[in-house]
């Protein structure tokens, strides 16, 4: 069974930094992990994903500000996050996919990112 444990949320200012790091086990296939968030009230949106090759994919609203990276040895996915804006406030959770049939989607407990003056 695949978990997936994140860590490296908190409070930040606006223009700041964080790293959040997502520690994967029970990896079997061939998958594509990733970051999404979740802002109270609003729908879970995509941030960024990184497949096992390193094709990455951003949400335009991130894009130029967060990096997505993966360590596929260590079986961790990072997200950098700069220049922070008030928007960018949510539940952060880590995603991994399996890609090739059955397609199955694990999900992190989320780590909440607060960025406020």
């Known amino acids: 069974q695949v978990q997936l444990v994140e860590s490296g949320g908190g409070f930040v200012q606006p223009g700041g930094s964080l790293r959040l790091s997502c520690a994967a086990s029970?990896?079997?296939?061939?998958?594509?992990m990733g970051w999404y968030r979740q802002a109270p009230g609003k729908q879970r949106d995509l941030v960024a994903t990184i497949d096992s090759g390193g094709s990455r994919n951003y949400a335009d609203s991130v894009k130029g500000r967060f990096t997505i990276n993966r360590d596929n040895a260590k079986k961790m996915v990072y997200l950098q996050m700069n220049s922070l804006k008030p928007e960018d406030t949510a539940v952060y959770y880590c995603n991994l996919q399996y890609v090739t049939f059955p397609i199955q989607t694990y999900w992190g407990q989320g780590t909440q990112v607060t960025v406020s003056s």
């Open positions: 029970g990896i079997t296939r061939i998958n594509r």
